[in-house]
């Protein structure tokens, strides 16, 4: 199951909102996948939020295997960082 299917449909409404609204990038890296696009702005926000930087600044990541490995976008983000991406 999707990461995406597991959260309440407020917060899918609130995130699908942002991807329309500054998700632009997100959606090119996720060649539109809207589901997976989400994943990497949920993501992108909680790396800017906490530690002032992008995802996107980050070295390669296999961001979509950790979607298919239906991660959480916290969880990639954590793995990310303690590979030393």
Request: proline share 2%; charged share 25%; hydrophobic share 45%.
């Given at each position: ?9 407020e917060r ?52 979509r295997d ?11 983000l954590h ?7």
């Amino acid at each position: 199951m999707a990461w995406i299917d597991t959260i309440g449909d407020e917060r899918r409404a609130e995130i699908d909102a942002a991807l329309t609204e500054r998700g632009a990038e997100h959606l090119r890296y996720a060649n539109g996948d809207r589901a997976f696009a989400a994943f990497l702005l949920v993501a992108d926000a909680l790396a800017c939020k906490h530690m002032g930087f992008s995802i996107f600044d980050l070295p390669d990541y296999c961001w979509r295997d950790a979607y298919d490995d239906e991660m959480t976008p916290a969880q990639a983000l954590h793995v990310a960082c303690e590979a030393g991406i």
